[in-house]
């Protein structure tokens, strides 16, 4: 099956700054890469995905970015704000976009200082 | 509001005691799936349900078993809880498998201590 690897488990940078998740995945079939943040005592939300026919998508502050040959994708915060602090979750998917048979790394937890 | 609700939020138990978490989502998702949280481990795939009445099992299902007899609810049942699930579980539902555009929607999650 399909194994996440998610690095590092922590993450500490200086408010303004920027942030990098690094993510490797096993199977070169995998073709949905969806970013989920969990905030303190909530459940995990979805904050950006990418799928296997794009190199990078952004949204405002954040970006992803996928290597297919590589087999690694990445998040990228610019300007960090205290609102970024949580634990972030990559995952990997073989069905494309659905939800199912999403596998996810170990999180890591991002904390911004202030 | 759409959205996925599981009760209860918080559960203490004690070893062997049977005990059930529910799950129900409003937004007519054919695909629910639970999984468990714990440190340093992520999340980890219990079961999951591509549609009414079939279900099958995630990375880690010894010692639960679900049901998907309605399209909305997917129930948890711990037959014998033993302190090793202690654990925080979260229900998640998306509109359909192998979607373009489905998103995993999640519960609020149950935090579950087995003594």
């Known amino acids: 099956g399909e194994n996440v690897e998610q690095h590092p488990s922590t993450l500490s940078v200086q408010e303004g700054d920027s942030a990098v998740i690094k993510c490797t995945y096993s199977d070169s079939a995998s073709n949905y890469f969806p970013w989920y943040k969990q905030e303190l005592g909530k459940r995990p939300q979805l904050i950006i995905d990418i799928r296997s026919n794009v190199g990078e998508k952004k949204d405002q502050r954040i970006a992803v970015t996928l290597n297919k040959t590589a087999k690694h994708f990445s998040l990228h915060i610019t300007e960090t704000q205290p609102e970024d602090s949580a634990v972030y979750f990559c995952a990997a998917s073989l069905s494309g976009g659905g939800a199912d048979g999403l596998t996810f790394g170990k999180g890591t937890h991002l904390i911004i200082q202030p | 509001e759409a959205q996925v609700t599981q009760n209860p939020r918080y559960l203490i138990t004690v070893t062997g005691k049977k005990l059930t978490v529910t799950c129900s989502q409003n937004?007519?998702?054919?695909?629910m799936s639970w999984y468990r949280q714990d440190p340093g481990l992520g999340l980890r795939q219990i079961y999951y349900?591509?549609?009414?009445?079939?279900?099958d099992k995630g990375d880690v299902p010894e010692g639960y078993k679900v049901s998907r007899k309605e399209k909305r609810n997917f129930p948890l049942i711990l037959e014998s809880p033993s302190p090793n699930q202690t654990s925080l579980y979260f229900c998640?539902?998306?509109?359909?498998?192998?979607?373009?555009?489905?998103?995993?929607?999640f519960g609020n999650g149950t935090r579950l201590t087995v003594t």
């Open positions: 937004m007519n998702h054919e695909y």
């Open positions: 349900s591509m549609n009414v009445e079939v279900t």
């Open positions: 998640a539902s998306s509109l359909s498998t192998g979607a373009y555009n489905s998103p995993l929607h």
